[in-house]
């Protein structure tokens, strides 16, 4: 935290307060509209039920809502942290080789070109149906943002940075750690903020291809039932693991990153 | 008679682009005695931020002797160099005082020690009380006088400066000229000091190194033989309009 001016610091605090309750506002203002359409509009359960209808299909014991959700957000996190891995840790073999970088690098920028999603049908021939092959479509969506935006990051460092280390006869480790890690990290959680987003929508059609378990085989389920209450509640759920992956990342940039040099 | 810190002897340097080849530096020649402030002066392209390159073991020399060091001041490449560049080139996510830290850090140096000598540091850079902020927080000239701190913390016995104070409007940097010569008293150091500004090069320098652009090559190397230590009212001196008359002369511009 920086030391504000007392004043200042009243100010920023207030405005950050008034800012909350506005969005909350919004929010609730959306279920309030949701609700009221529903009342009085008069419209079929199966087209669009009440948020009370959508929170009631929760209690349906047949939809296994906890295992569900539980394989979607493993399908999730395993292709995110898979693509964080595997994305920074090319981006850092980009820097300390010229001619890797020269040679993969475009060769990266014309496969993310491919739909990801379109390589669905592909990854169930290779890796048949479950958990696995649905993580794999979230990790080949998510890589690139994190690794394009890292390797971008690592670029950044002054080159006269380079010499100051180079001078002290710094180990390649020490420029990493000390100097062009934390400087590439506002452009780190830039790639993984796009990347947890990704990741979501890999895993989701994933399940829509081809699976067994997670809410977006549920949905598929529901859906010839014309249960729309759980295809509704489906949603949300995801929609609430993908908040609680990109809430994390937040915290974390807000932890690692100081307020001037994050990218938004 | 004591010998040179810095000898160079017919020291020249080419650069190789696409086949073209670039002559960087050619016939560097001239000393610098341990405990000198020698101002390297030319206009851009002239070799002269090259020429600290090489100083600093940063890049090799194609022909010609550098040797740094001599039997009463030994010289160790890694760490007798302190290098400060244009910009202050501190690390925004780090405080004053981590920043000032860096080279001990990558040194390994006992940290306990460094830490009392970074303090030490920053009060003799005038930056008492700036250790816990970020470098957002400093100005332009606070900054690079952290980046000063930094260059010392690691006490190098020769420190490279490439044109530190270009990037100061005209008063700071005219600050910044009398606190170097009072760090430079109290240090101790040899300094070679790189600008484009001819007046700054013989208020600063015992003496100056003048160097010419197309062909890169070593024009003068001039003894300053004004008193010290030196005041900002010396810049009306005879003496000092002869100096900066004859390096004008010297780039061509007269």
Redesign the interface.
Known sequence: M?ALPQGERMEATSNTFSRTLLAVLAHLGLLAAWYAFVALGDVPKYVMPSPLATAKALFDANYNWWLNSGVTALEIFVGYFLALAVGVTLALLFTWSKALEAFFMPLLVSLNMIPKVALGPLIIVWFKYGIFPNSLMAFSIAVFPILLTTARGLRET?P??L????????SRW?LFT??QL??A?PYIFSGMKVGAILAVAGAIVGEFLSSDKGLGYLMLQVQVTLDTPAMFMAVILITLIGVALYGSVLLLERLL??K??RIT | MTEPFIHLSGVSKTYHRGGAAHLAISDATFDVMPGELVSLVGPSGCGKSTLLKVLAGLHPHDAGEVRIGSGTHAFDPARDVGMVFQAPLLLKWRRILQNVLLPAEILGLPMGEARARARALLSLVGLEGSEDKYPYELSGGMQQRAAIARALVHDPKLVLMDEPFGALDALTREKMNLELLRIWKESGKTILFVTHGISEAVFLGTRVVVMTAGPARMADNILIELPTPRTLDMKTHEMFGNYTRRIYRLLGME
């Not at chain 1, 010499?163 to 710094?170: E, S, W």
């Open positions: 920086r002054e006269e940075l010499d100051l280390v180079r001078a002290l006869r710094g020490q000390k100097i934390p400087g990290l990153v100081s001037d040099a």
